[in-house]
């Protein structure tokens, strides 16, 4: 287990040279009393456990709409269509117009941000 400190400090450097969506992210994981906990259980189960701002379908797509082009750019980093990365795609709805799929995607760069600051933590 590492210091709390010493984790707030890597993640304040993270911060700086991090992009808008993880420069958000980073805002919500300070916020967090445990923050390696926080991370721990981010990877572990996503967003479903509930996120403070990520639960309600008009902050999830406000989350989406602010950061889609970051969100964007960390699907097609993984090189698989949305449908297949994210559990529940509501596959009518490809491009993304819709609130279920703009709420998958929240959580998906929510997810995926938190999984690259915890590689960048050693966590």
């Given at each position: 287990?590492?210091?709390?400190?010493?984790i707030?400090?890597?993640?304040l450097?993270i911060?700086?040279?991090?992009?808008?969506?993880?420069?958000?992210v980073?805002e919500?994981?300070?916020?967090q009393?445990?923050?390696?906990?926080?991370?721990r259980e981010?990877q572990?189960?996503?967003?479903q456990n509930?996120?403070a701002g990520?639960?309600y379908?008009?902050d999830?797509i406000?989350?989406?709409?602010?950061?889609?082009?970051?969100?964007?750019?960390?699907?097609?980093?993984?090189?698989?269509?949305?449908?297949?990365?994210?559990?529940?795609?509501?596959?009518?709805?490809?491009?993304?117009?819709?609130c279920?799929n703009?709420?998958l995607?929240?959580?998906?760069?929510?997810e995926?941000?938190?999984i690259?600051?915890?590689?960048?933590?050693?966590?």
């Amino acid at each position: 287990m590492k210091n709390q400190e010493s984790i707030k400090q890597n993640l304040l450097q993270i911060k700086k040279e991090g992009n808008k969506l993880t420069k958000a992210v980073i805002e919500i994981i300070l916020k967090q009393e445990d923050i390696e906990n926080f991370i721990r259980e981010v990877q572990e189960y996503g967003c479903q456990n509930g996120i403070a701002g990520l639960i309600y379908y008009q902050d999830t797509i406000k989350f989406y709409n602010k950061y889609s082009t970051e969100i964007n750019e960390l699907v097609a980093e993984t090189e698989e269509p949305p449908q297949k990365l994210i559990n529940r795609w509501y596959k009518q709805d490809p491009l993304a117009l819709s609130c279920k799929n703009q709420n998958l995607l929240a959580w998906f760069g929510f997810e995926q941000t938190v999984i690259k600051i915890a590689a960048n933590l050693n966590l």
